[in-house]
């Protein structure tokens, strides 16, 4: 792909386009990236390239002919898309990335000041194109987030380990969150589904982070996204959740059952009173992880239920989890709650607090 800028500035560019994916596309003759400086066209004395706007008011505008000048020379034959980056223009986006992606010439003019004397844009651009709803001084950052983004686009730009394929936007959703070594730092832990190369389980787990990141952030792209019936029910109960927290009017986030399943072992036993941990654990260790057990040894009623949360216990949690269609909470050691551990039951009624222990336990709630 050739993509010729046309800029006051061509060495606030170079450097970029020198290096990393850019350089080494260009290197590769991937893309061709040929910079041309506005003043070279200037007709007058002192190569003057811009002047005061007609009918008053701040700042400076640039003159139409050396910028046809500089576009013709670059484009004799009008083979390019011409843009103009400008605030006034479309919002880039993934999806127009892809369909400039598809253009073999590109021509980008940076404008700078007050902007371009109107002209120019009249008998030179095809369209204008804002990279963000906010003021850069000049379009040169513009035209290099659109040469960056579009050139990811550009068959062998991307090695393999850089594939776009499930970037963020290109699945029509934002990315789930990646990991890479060490397993544990500062005591947090990696995902232990990430681990254990079960690909299936991976992919699960990737799209329903990326479904939730997206809901969270970005909903209204969950509008246009390509859902399954899978993703609609994902979302349905991630939705719930959400409607849940709030009806608790606590600070609260969810975690996912693979995370919930890395919590340790001794959170049965502080949920599951001790002359029941024998009976529970012949009912429920059969292949299931260790919110499994709590949750069936919940459901099987081998955990007492009899006591119930005094007020205000709440404040402390924050964190809730759904796996399935259940909730779980962790208690965060608040004041209020600290050496508490509490349980929910089905009706999000307090069924138990056990104080005094070190470690604070989790909530399972069904909704
Ligand atoms: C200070 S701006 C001019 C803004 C112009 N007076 C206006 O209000 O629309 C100078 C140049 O920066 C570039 N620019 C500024 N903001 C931009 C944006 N959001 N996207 C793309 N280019 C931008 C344009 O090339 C513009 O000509």
């Not at 844009?121 to 513009?142: A, F, K, P, R, W």
């Amino acid at each position: 792909m050739r993509i010729d800028v046309l800029t006051l500035f061509p060495d606030m560019l170079r450097p970029m386009l020198g290096e990393s994916i850019l350089g080494r596309a260009a290197e590769n003759g991937l893309i061709d990236v040929r910079l041309h400086d506005i003043r070279d066209y200037t007709l007058n004395k002192h190569h003057n390239t811009d002047d005061y706007p007609f009918g008053g008011g701040a700042g400076m505008v640039m003159y139409a002919q050396p910028i046809c000048d500089a576009v013709r020379a670059a484009d004799p034959d009008h083979t390019a898309h011409r843009i103009y980056l400008s605030p006034r223009g479309r919002t880039l986006d993934q999806k127009i990335v892809e369909e400039l992606g598809r253009e073999e010439h590109l021509l980008l003019l940076c404008g700078h000041y007050e902007g371009v004397d109107q002209r120019a844009l009249d008998l030179c651009i095809d369209e204008e194109m804002s990279i963000g709803d906010y003021v850069l001084t000049g379009g040169e950052l513009g035209a290099l987030v659109l040469i960056d983004a579009v050139s990811r686009m550009v068959p062998g730009v991307l090695g393999s380990a850089e594939s776009g394929e499930d970037e963020s936007f290109t699945t029509g959703l934002l990315e789930y969150p990646q990991y890479t070594r060490p397993a544990v730092y500062q005591g947090m832990a990696v995902p232990e589904v990430l681990l254990g190369g079960n690909h299936a389980d991976i992919e699960a787990w990737r799209r329903e982070q990326s479904l939730e990141i997206t809901m969270r952030r970005r909903p209204e792209l969950l509008d246009t996204a390509p859902l399954t019936d899978a993703d609609r029910a994902i979302l349905a109960r991630l939705r719930a959740a959400e409607n849940a927290i709030a009806s608790l009017g606590i600070p609260a986030e969810r975690l996912l059952l693979r995370e919930a399943d890395a919590f340790e072992k001794r959170w049965f036993n502080t949920f599951v009173p001790e002359e029941k941990r024998k009976a529970a654990k012949k009912q429920c260790f059969s292949g299931r992880r260790h919110v499994g057990y709590l949750w069936q040894a919940f459901s099987m009623g081998f955990i007492d239920s009899e006591e119930t949360l005094p007020e205000g216990c709440f404040s402390g949690a924050n964190l809730l989890y759904l796996p399935e269609e259940k909730i779980l909470l962790r208690v965060s050691g608040e004041p209020a709650v600290s050496g508490s551990a509490v349980l929910c039951d089905e009706a999000m009624t307090y069924t138990r607090v056990s104080t005094g222990r070190k470690a604070l336990g989790p909530y399972l709630a069904k909704i």
